[in-house]
């Protein structure tokens, strides 16, 4: 009872005692200072061990009397047992003091432990040490239990501490990420704004590069311009005196051409077969026109290079010095005219008296031959008139003078440099003819100036280059020439093709006519030659003559020994026709209309009764009748009024017939076409102005 009393009194003193009265708990904090108690070595208090000393001197005590000898030999034992149990304790204890002990030291406590217990229920049978040791195994099992439970808190905690790690190191990679992807972006919005404000920079560099190439063409512009205007004043300048030098000798030449003129007038001319001609009157005028000339050319001459109106005021005198001589020449011509028609009725008078003569002494009718010779002989004229041969045969000796005056320049081979003055000098003369259309008005007197001005002896322009006929002494003649064969060709080609371009290309013709006569002249003899219908005059076959050469003389073209077709060949010659009818009634504008027409209607009413005086030929006579009087038919109207309407009547009873007579049915189409006109003429009382005929208003565009 005593031994269970001090147990638990044993028991009530540990449980008072500051461990006694500690909490144990499964779940330990992570403060250090909370385990140190834990974690120091286990240590028996000294009353314990006073209590111990006790208990074991009292067993022996009752072990003594008993007289057994064990407790003496027991007693060093049992000290030095609990001895070894204090070093064994400390020893085992001591791993405690490490913060982190591991599993394999746990169970090597638990052996010692068993070991000592072993030990102590051996050594210590008593209570009060098994009371020790239960404590001890009691504090020892709390203590192992609190280390495992650390360890485990401790394993937890590190898994914590790693999947925190593990957490925090994926969100950091994330944000790293996130950071990297947002710093991508950021590069990307950079690079686009860079590359964006780089292009701007270009556009603007590009614009303001287009700008300066803008601004220094305006300015190469503007000092283009600025050389061109001085050139263009030292130009003027030059032209300025050239045209001076080039009026001057214009004045010169037309001094020249008057005083050669007025030598024609000769006041003492006698015609044998007009002793009553007087032509002191043309004479006098001359001279007034040669000294008003000389007058102007002083005058000039001291102030200088004359101007354009010294320069018009000598050229109308020229033109009328020019009128005057074409006046006096008309005059003698009608005076001559005049006296060989007076011998033509008087050698028709005598011979009616003939015939008559003749008819009064036949006694028997005459045979069948002489029939025929006496319808022949009643007939008209199978050749032309004597007067009007002769003035043709001076065309074409004037025509073939004029072609030698420039031999020079047509034989120019081996001179390179004639050769080049003759095309400039033939282009001159041939392009502005090409170009006469119905365009307007200024037009064609622009192509009329340039030609008076070639004409003239001016320099003109021509593809480019600086033309004169004073370029070569020959030059003049080889224009004029060259020019009244255009004028012909063009009435071939493009009259007939074109039939309202008879009459810009007639109205600059007989400027031309008017101004340069011997243009007129040339033009004739070309006519005359292409087409000998225009005299008229039908060619006689000669001995001696090919059929070609005939066919040519004819006026067909005969190529390779063939002769072209009959309506190409009427084409052709129509063509003229309307030409020389547009002609003979047209004048330019703008010239001198005081004198007279240098190939007026009286020669278009000379040709018609030249042609209704002979004998007609099929299909030619009455398409040239036609287009002649189509064309010039009004003008002559209003000219001969009643004469003409008798001439008409003559025609459609008289001529017609004949024509219809020689005529074969295949080529009636003409004649018909001819007769309707004229009926249709005869009704309205009226020939109408020919389609196409220039206007006043033309002129004013």
């Known amino acids: 009872m005593e ?14 005692s500051s461990k006694g009265r500690l909490r144990y708990c499964r779940h330990w904090l992570q403060d250090e200072d909370i385990l140190e108690g834990c974690m120091s070595p286990l240590e028996l208090s000294p009353y ?9 001197e009292q067993s022996d005590q009752e072990m003594a009397p008993s007289g057994s000898p064990a407790p003496k030999e027991c007693t060093p034992v049992t000290k030095q047992s609990s001895l070894e149990i204090t070093s064994a304790g400390k020893q085992g204890f001591s791993p405690l003091s490490s913060t982190a002990p591991s599993e394999m030291k746990g169970n090597d406590d638990r052996s010692l432990l068993e070991m000592d217990q072993e030990f102590f229920r051996a050594v210590l049978p008593t209570k009060v040490t098994e009371v020790e040791g239960c404590i001890q195994m009691y504090e020892e099992m709390h203590r192992l239990k609190g280390k495992e439970g650390l360890r485990q808190r401790q394993e937890q905690q590190e898994q914590m501490v790693r999947a925190v790690y593990d957490l925090a190191s994926e969100q950091l990679k994330r944000f790293d990420e996130l950071k990297e992807l947002k710093q991508h972006q950021e590069f990307q919005d950079l690079q686009e704004v860079m590359e964006k404000s780089s292009k701007e920079a270009q556009g603007q560099q590009e614009k303001l590069k287009e700008e300066h190439r803008h601004r220094a063409k305006v300015l190469n512009l503007k000092l283009r311009e600025a050389e061109q205007q001085r050139q263009r004043q030292e130009e003027l300048e030059r032209q300025r005196k050239e045209e001076g030098q080039e009026r001057l000798r214009r004045l010169y030449s037309i001094q020249e051409e008057v005083l050669q003129l007025n030598q024609q007038i000769d006041p003492n001319y006698r015609h044998k077969d007009l002793p009553r001609i007087d032509l002191s009157a043309y004479s006098n005028r001359g001279n007034q026109i040669c000294g008003l000339v000389s007058g102007l050319i002083r005058t000039t001459s001291e102030k200088g290079f004359p101007t354009q109106a010294d320069v018009a005021n000598t050229e109308r005198a020229l033109q009328e010095m020019r009128g005057l001589i074409s006046s006096m020449q008309q005059e003698i011509a009608a005076a001559v005219e005049e006296k060989r028609r007076r011998d033509e009725e008087e050698a028709k008078q005598k011979q009616k008296e003939l015939l008559k003569k003749e008819q009064t002494k036949a006694q028997t009718p005459a045979p069948a031959q ?47 440099e004639v050769k080049k003055i003759k095309t400039d000098l033939q282009k001159a003369a041939t392009i502005p003819v090409s170009q006469i ?19 003239s002896g001016k320099t003109v322009q021509s593809g480019g280059r600086s033309v004169s006929v004073t ?26 093709s074109h039939r309202d371009a008879a ?18 002249d040339l033009f004739l003899a070309h006519l005359h030659k ?14 001696g003559t090919s059929v070609e050469e005939y066919q040519r003389m004819l006026g067909y073209q005969v190529k390779d020994s063939k ?29 001198n209309k005081q004198g007279p027409h240098p190939h007026g209607l009286y020669y278009g009413w000379r040709w018609l009764a030249q042609m209704l005086n002979m004998e007609p030929l099929a299909d030619v006579t009455a398409t040239l009748l036609y287009d002649f009087l189509e064309v010039c038919g009004n003008a002559l109207m209003k000219q001969y009024q009643a004469q003409f309407w008798k001439i008409i009547l003559l025609i459609r009873d008289d001529y017609c017939p004949r024509i219809e007579a020689i005529t074969s049915s295949g080529q009636m189409g003409s004649l018909m076409r001819f007769k309707q006109f004229l009926e249709e003429c005869l009704q309205q009382k009226e020939i109408p102005l020919p389609k196409g005929a220039l206007q006043s208003s033309f002129w004013r565009s």
């Open 471 to 496: 370029q070569h002494p020959q030059g003049l003649d080889f224009v004029y020439y060259k020019l009244a064969e255009k004028f012909v060709n063009q009435g071939e080609e493009e009259v007939a």
């Open 503 to 520: 009459f810009p290309i007639a109205v600059v013709a007989s400027g031309i006519w008017e101004m340069h006569p011997r243009v007129g």
């Open 437 to 455: 259309s119905r365009i307007a008005g200024s037009q064609l007197r622009e192509i009329f100036d340039k030609i008076n001005n070639l004409l």
């Open 3 to 16: 031994a269970r009393r001090l147990r638990w009194d044993t028991l009530e003193a540990l449980r008072s």
């Open 563 to 591: 002769v072209e077709e009959q309506d190409h060949f009427l084409k052709r010659m129509s063509g003229m026709i309307r030409l020389y009818a547009a002609i003979i009634q047209l004048r330019w504008p703008y010239g």
């Open 530 to 543: 292409k087409c000998p219908y225009a005299v008229p005059f039908y060619p006689a076959l000669k001995e």
């Open 370 to 416: 002489q029939a025929g010779g006496k319808q022949q002989k009643e007939g008209l004229q199978v050749k032309a008139e004597e007067s009007t041969m002769q003035w043709y045969q001076q065309l074409q000796d004037a025509a073939e003078q004029c072609v030698a005056a420039f031999s020079g320049i047509s034989n120019c081979k081996d001179n390179n």
């Open 48 to 56: 314990s061990g006073w209590v111990l000393d006790r208990v074991i």
